[in-house]
C-alpha cells in the first residue's frame, strides 16, 4: 500500500465551514498528489507537490489550497466549503520503478458537504 | 495534450466468459499507460503498465493488456471472468513529464454474473 494513511476517512461538514484533509506517507516520496473522484469523471488532480514548499495547479485547483511543511504530509484544504467538494479525495505518491514513475494511491476520503 | 477514452461505461459478463474492456489514448509523444481496478469502496489498485518494453503487458489476477500504437488502444482483457473481478477500471495515461501527472479516463464499470 505504499505506506499512505490519509485522514480522516469520512467527514461531514457544512456548506461555508473550512475543511482540512491529511495525506501521510512513511517512504520518503517526494511527489505527492491530491485528486478527487467524481461519478463519470474519473479521478482528476487538484493539486501536487514536487517537494516540501514546492506545489503546484492541477487541473480542478479552484477552491482548494495545499501545504506541505515536512515530506510525509501532505495538507488539502477547503477553506470555505461548498456542496459541489461533496466527493471522495485520494491522495498518491509517485515511486520511480525502473525507467518508469508509478503512482499509487491512499485509501481515500469521503467529504459530503451540506 | 494527452487524453483517454474509455469506451464502454459498463461491462457485463458471466462467470467464466472473457472480459473485454475498451481504452484509446492521446498522446503526442511514447506514453506510459495503466490500468487500475477499484472495488467497492476501497482505493485504487494498480493492475498493469506499459512502458514501452513489451506491447503485450500481463497484470495481477491474470488480466493483461496489449499496446497497439496504431490503433491507440490499451484494451485491458482476461481469459475467464471471476466474481471478484467486479469492480471500476481506470485506463490512465501518464504525461510524461517532470511531474508524471496523470489522466484519466472516466471508467468501465464491470459486473460479473453466476
Known amino acids: 500500500d505504499a505506506g499512505i494513511t490519509q485522514s480522516p476517512r469520512h467527514k461531514v461538514t457544512e456548506t461555508g465551514t473550512p475543511v482540512t484533509l491529511r495525506c501521510h506517507q512513511t517512504?520518503?516520496?517526494?511527489?505527492m498528489y491530491w485528486y478527487r473522484q467524481d461519478p463519470g469523471h474519473g479521478l482528476r488532480l487538484i493539486h501536487y507537490?514536487?517537494?516540501?514548499?514546492?506545489?503546484d495547479k492541477g487541473e480542478v485547483s479552484d477552491g482548494y489550497s495545499v501545504s506541505r511543511s515536512k515530506t510525509e504530509d501532505f495538507l488539502l484544504t477547503l477553506e470555505s466549503a461548498t456542496s459541489s467538494q461533496t466527493s471522495v479525495y485520494f491522495c498518491?505518491?509517485?515511486?520511480?520503478?525502473?525507467?518508469?514513475?508509478?503512482?499509487?494511491f491512499g485509501p481515500g476520503t469521503r467529504l459530503t458537504v451540506l | 495534450a494527452q487524453s483517454v477514452t474509455q469506451l464502454d461505461s459498463h461491462v457485463s459478463v458471466s462467470e467464466g466468459t472473457p472480459v473485454l474492456l475498451r481504452c484509446n489514448y492521446s498522446s503526442s509523444y511514447s506514453p506510459s499507460l495503466f490500468w487500475y481496478v477499484q472495488h467497492p469502496n476501497k482505493g485504487l489498485q494498480l493492475l498493469l503498465k506499459y512502458t514501452s518494453a513489451a506491447t503485450l503487458v500481463k497484470g495481477i489476477n491474470g488480466f493483461e493488456a496489449e499496446f497497439k500504437k496504431s490503433e491507440t488502444s490499451f484494451h485491458l482483457t482476461k481469459p475467464s471472468a471471476h466474481m471478484s473481478d467486479a469492480a471500476e477500471y481506470f485506463c490512465?495515461?501518464?504525461?510524461?513529464?517532470?511531474?508524471?501527472?496523470?489522466?484519466f479516463g472516466a471508467g468501465t464499470r464491470l459486473a460479473v454474473h453466476p
Open positions: 498518491a505518491i509517485s515511486a520511480r520503478q525502473g525507467d518508469t514513475d508509478t503512482q499509487y
Open positions: 507537490s514536487y517537494g516540501v514548499k514546492d506545489t
Open positions: 517512504e520518503n516520496h517526494r511527489y
Open positions: 490512465v495515461v501518464s504525461d510524461r513529464g517532470g511531474y508524471n501527472k496523470l489522466i
